[in-house]
Every structure is written in structure tokens, then in C-alpha cells.
């Protein structure tokens, strides 16, 4: 075996030679070094493997600005833990297609962003409306179907029409942790 050295400063500043150890790999017979690196294969393509198998969390979500706040507040909260996709929507349509579709975590509805139009009381003149009627009959669906965590937000107080059905509603000028706290149940599975 040929003998490697390394150079390395010594006190006085100037280069001593000294022999680099050997790995046990090295060391080892031909047939072990051969059963090592295969062993060294074999975990590093299960960790890549356990990497690759994150659990994946999906929120359904309208389009606009308020959405994109929300999304990143999500990620930022479950980057270490899963990897996160949401899908858009424009249309309470839409919405319920994504729905039957896709497995899901989480529906996040700015109503003001969202074409109604489907749900009791929807009005087909009207191409995005703050109709509050099917915006509740719709998302109470899909709770109710579902199980999931259903968020309506808007910019006028909204609660009460909400009661009842298992969607919570979300003040548009809702606070970080306001946000956190209504979606910890679904933030925790993931």
C-alpha cells in the first residue's frame, strides 16, 4: 500500500510531514470493503427514500392576495414537517370539483374572490358577489362531506351566518396567531 502524507504547520511555522491514517474501509480486506460500501449504498438510498416519502398537506384555496398571506403563513408553520401544495379556485364550481377530486387538508375561501355560482340563493348575474347565502351553503357542504377544516374570510363580520355548519369564518384583518390558532387541528396532523 503506497504511503500517503499530508503536510501540516508545526509550531515554528514551518510544514511537518505526517502520515494520513487510513479509513477502516482502506483497511479492510477486498470482499469487506466491497459488503461496507454496499452498506453505505444501501443507507444512503433509504434516507434519500425516507426524504422523498413526506407526508404532503393540500389546502384548497381562492386566489388573491389575503390567500397568498395565509399560504405563507402555512408553509412557513409546516416547512419541517410535510411538504405543502395548494390548488386555487375562482368558482364555487371549481371548488367542489377539487374537492371530489383531490384528497385535501384544508378549504381556505376569501368570499369576495370566489364566483358563486352554485349553492342556495347563488345569483347567475353577478360574476364574483359577496352572496353570502351559497357561500354557506356550499362550504357547509363540504364540511359536512368532508370533515375537513373549512375557513370562509372576509372583510365584513360574517360569524353568525356561519354558525351551525362547521365552517369557521375568519375576519379579514385576522392577526398571525389568530390564523395559527384556528388551524392548529389540521396544522397538527400534518
Avoid at 461496507?36 to 392576495?65: C, Q, W
Avoid at 347565502?133 to 362531506?145: C, H, M, T, W
Wanted: charged letters at 25%.
Amino acid at each position: 500500500m503506497a504511503r500517503e502524507f499530508v503536510s501540516e504547520i508545526d509550531k515554528r511555522g514551518g510544514y511537518a510531514l505526517v502520515k494520513k491514517p487510513s479509513s477502516a474501509v482502506e483497511r479492510a480486506a477486498p470482499r469487506v470493503r466491497g459488503i461496507l460500501s454496499g452498506m453505505v449504498a444501501e443507507t444512503l438510498a433509504i434516507a434519500k427514500k425516507e426524504r422523498l416519502a413526506r407526508p404532503l398537506f393540500t389546502g384548497l384555496m381562492s386566489d388573491g392576495p389575503i390567500e397568498e398571506a395565509a399560504a405563507f403563513i402555512i408553509e412557513t408553520e409546516l416547512k419541517n414537517r410535510c411538504d405543502v401544495k395548494f390548488i386555487r379556485f375562482k368558482s364555487a364550481t371549481e371548488l367542489m370539483k377539487l374537492a371530489a377530486d383531490t384528497p385535501f387538508d384544508l378549504i381556505f375561501a376569501y368570499l369576495g374572490n370566489v364566483k358563486w355560482d352554485i349553492g342556495k340563493g347563488h345569483a347567475k348575474d353577478h360574476a364574483y358577489n359577496v352572496a353570502v347565502e351559497p357561500a354557506v351553503d356550499v362550504l357547509g357542504q363540504l364540511k359536512a362531506r368532508y370533515d375537513k377544516t373549512v375557513v370562509a374570510v372576509q372583510g365584513i363580520r360574517l360569524a353568525k351566518q356561519f354558525e351551525g355548519t362547521g365552517v369557521t369564518f375568519l375576519y379579514s384583518l385576522y392577526t398571525v396567531q389568530e390564523l395559527l390558532e384556528m388551524l392548529s387541528p389540521c396544522l397538527r396532523k400534518s
